[in-house]
């Protein structure tokens, strides 16, 4: 069950936005020892049966060892302040890329949309905060980049 409600400030220069999922995780789920590179697929549904699937799906398909981390479903888009009607709800799927498999894996992931969290959440890219704030605890690199939602 999703519920969704707002808080804003009479003159709406803010909001603040909680999406709250039965059962959806509160914390950052522990990365494996040598799995540091998280990534991203946005738009991808997995059934819970389908974690061990989808990592042994990627091995065959790239050659390359992952950790299946989560799927987050998106908050709604911010425009000013003001809730983006029609966005929102998109399921994304968060995996971490065992560090020797990162090399070969950069160049292919590619055509398949597959995003480093790093450029996901760069400032120029991440124009509204979609993500629970703990997803930032994720990256490994590119911190000076990194969209201002982080410190909101």
């Not at 703990?134 to 969209?147: H, I, K, M």
């Amino acid at each position: 069950m999703v519920g969704l409600s707002g808080m804003a400030m009479a003159n709406r220069t803010w909001l603040v936005i909680y999406l709250v999922k039965k059962g959806e995780n509160m914390e950052n789920v522990q990365k494996r020892e040598s799995y540091n590179q998280v990534c991203i697929i946005h738009g991808l549904i997995l059934k819970d049966d389908e974690e061990k699937d989808f990592e042994e799906e990627i091995k065959k398909v790239f050659d390359t060892r992952i950790q299946f981390l989560e799927t987050i479903k998106t908050s709604p888009n911010l425009d000013n302040g003001e809730l983006v009607e029609g966005t929102g709800g998109r399921h994304d799927v968060f995996f971490a890329v065992y560090n020797d498999d990162v090399g070969k894996f950069a160049v292919p992931r590619l055509a398949n949309g597959i995003r480093w969290i790093e450029d996901v959440l760069a400032e120029c890219n991440y124009r509204s905060p979609i993500y629970p704030k703990r997803v930032f605890d994720y990256c490994t690199w590119n911190e000076e980049a990194l969209s201002h939602w982080k410190d909101e």
